[in-house]
């Protein structure tokens, strides 16, 4: 799957515009906030957010920024795992969750070191990416991705349970973000 597959698909997850009362980012277009919009030089209105622009903000700030690409070159479901995850939590999120669950998965440092959740793919969790599944082979990729899985709807959960009004969007959250 390319990068412009993921992004169709977050884009019709996402839908057009939005603006709802419950959604602490405000106005989106495309999944995309106001303010990110106004950070990547956008300064019309939300309603009118081109595409071509949603795709390219995309692109750069949730894939190449993160470098979830390179562990695409590793383990292709994981990284798209990790690019609908950052575009949900952001990318610092979705990296900290690779890395929670690669440090678990270790055996205790005994496969790879533990590395720093700092929530930034560099070549320290690459190395221990590229460990992780030389050891556990083809099924490991499909384990990993259930561990950030799992990290993901605790904290789903986590978020309605500490903002009633985000109960608004945890059936959604977990119907089409986990699995």
Avoid: C
């Amino acid at each position: 799957m390319t990068i412009d597959h993921l992004i169709d698909a977050v884009l019709d997850r996402e839908g057009g515009y939005s603006n709802h009362p419950a959604d602490r980012g405000g106005e989106t277009a495309f999944g995309i906030t106001a303010a990110v919009a106004r950070a990547n030089g956008y300064d019309g209105a939300m309603r009118d957010l081109p595409l071509a622009t949603a795709r390219a903000i995309y692109r750069r700030l949730y894939w190449l920024g993160p470098r979830f690409d390179a562990v695409a070159a590793r383990a292709p479901l994981v990284a798209a795992e990790l690019f609908d995850t950052g575009v949900n939590m952001g990318p610092p999120v979705a990296a900290a969750f690779l890395q929670r669950a690669l440090n678990a998965l270790n055996r205790g440092a005994s496969d790879y070191p533990d590395m720093p959740v700092d929530g930034r793919i560099g070549d320290i969790t690459l190395a221990g990416l590229t460990a992780f599944l030389a050891w556990r082979g083809a099924g490991g990729e499909r384990v990993l991705l259930k561990a950030i899985e799992a990290l993901q709807g605790e904290r789903y959960v986590a978020l309605a349970e500490r903002r009633p009004a985000n109960e608004a969007f945890l059936y959604g959250w977990l119907a089409n973000r986990i699995g």
